[in-house]
Antibody, heavy 124, light 108 residues
Framework: QLQLQESGPGLVKPSETLSLTCTIS???????????WGWIRQPPGKGLEWIGV???????YHNPSLRSRATISVDTSKKKFSLTLSSVTATDTAVYYC???????????????WGQGTLVTVSS | EIVLTQAPDTLSLSPGERATLSCRAS???????LAWYQQKPGQTPRLLMY???SRATGIPDRFSGSGSGTDFTLTIDRLEPEDFAVYYC?????????FGQGTRLEIK
């Protein structure tokens, strides 16, 4: 059974960089060409926002609304993938979820397995 | 980007009743690539439906999805107490992937 677990600081100062890691167990990042691995966030009391995804071959898709502040990387040997978000402000305060995305060449994918989420607060 | 608008914002019903949740897209969703998720308080979202009408693994058949183009519906028959939650739609035919703002289904 696939499990995903987010880890990283719960508090980040404004203008600094947020860094999170998602560790996978029960499956492999390379188990299928159809899986991307990504990040979604949810500000307190609000809805979901897609951040971006990465394939084990290094292909990535990002939400342009984040204006290139987000970088997603993958370490297949360590069964981890990571998110960095630069120049954070209070509006980046949210629960950050990592998730597995089912993707094929005809579409951009839906999320069939999620981590528990980790709250990141941006505050001085 | 495609904007998804869900209606109503809050739906108050009693167990045993039928819930009908709407998701309307600002432009046609390619090949009905629309998913629905359920999120209970303090929990992670759970995939319910994909391709507008296909149930995800383990989802009971009282959940059904329909629609095409710009109008989609999630129907929950015979509401159970565990069905009261927030529901989100998501389109994945166009980039960027977008979510609706959610419908809260609450016990009347």
């Amino acid at each position: 059974q696939l499990q995903l677990q987010e880890s990283g600081p719960g508090l980040v100062k404004p203008s600094e960089t947020l860094s999170l890691t998602c560790t996978i167990s029960g499956d492999s990042i390379t188990s299928s060409i159809h899986y991307f691995w990504g990040w979604i966030r949810q500000p307190p009391g609000k809805g979901l926002e897609w951040i971006g995804v990465i394939h084990y071959n290094g292909n990535t898709y990002h939400n342009p609304s984040l204006r290139s502040r987000a970088t997603i990387s993958v370490d297949t040997s360590k069964k981890k993938f990571s998110l960095t978000l630069s120049s954070v402000t209070a509006t980046d305060t949210a629960v950050y979820y990592c998730a597995r995305q089912f993707h094929d060449p005809t579409h951009y994918g839906y999320f069939d397995s999620w981590g528990q989420g980790t709250l990141v607060t941006v505050s001085s | 980007e495609i904007v998804l608008t869900q209606a109503p914002d809050t739906l108050s019903l009693s167990p045993g009743e039928r819930a009908t949740l709407s998701c309307r897209a600002s432009q046609s969703v390619i090949r009905n690539f629309l998913a629905w998720y359920q999120q209970k308080p303090g929990q992670t979202p759970r995939l319910l439906m994909y391709g507008a009408s296909s149930r995800a693994t383990g989802i009971p058949d009282r959940f059904s999805g329909s629609g095409s183009g710009t109008d989609f519906t999630l129907t929950i028959d015979r509401l159970e107490p565990e069905d009261f939650a927030v529901y989100y739609c998501q389109q994945y035919g166009n980039s960027p992937i977008t979510f609706g703002q959610g419908t809260r289904l609450e016990i009347k």
